[in-house]
């Protein structure tokens, strides 16, 4: 079961794409793609993309960063975690 991150800090400035052709891969988040959201002032959390609804991704969340670390604010790494899809900074694609 997901648990939603309530409250993400908006994108600072607009959303990176990263793949072998990011101009080409650019569009919402797809399972197997790891997305970054801003959690906190200098916390970004790394999630593996698992499902993709309409503005809502959910995933296992595979890094807390930039600094590696277990936890922040009762979240860990393996947690299940659903944002909305507004606050993806940044989107890895598998490819």
Do not use: H
Request: glycine share 10%; proline share 11%; aromatic share 10%.
């Amino acid at each position: 079961m997901y648990k939603e991150f309530e409250n993400p800090l908006p994108p600072k400035f607009g959303r990176m794409f990263v793949g072998n052709d990011a101009k080409l891969n650019q569009g919402p988040p797809r399972p197997n793609d790891t997305v970054t959201i801003r959690a906190g002032d200098s916390i970004d959390f790394y999630i593996l993309v698992e499902e993709c609804a309409p503005d809502l991704v959910s995933g296992e969340l595979v890094g807390i960063g930039p600094d590696p670390r277990w936890e922040y604010q009762g979240w860990s790494y393996g947690g299940k975690i659903k944002v909305p899809e507004s606050a993806v900074t940044a989107i890895i694609r598998a490819d």
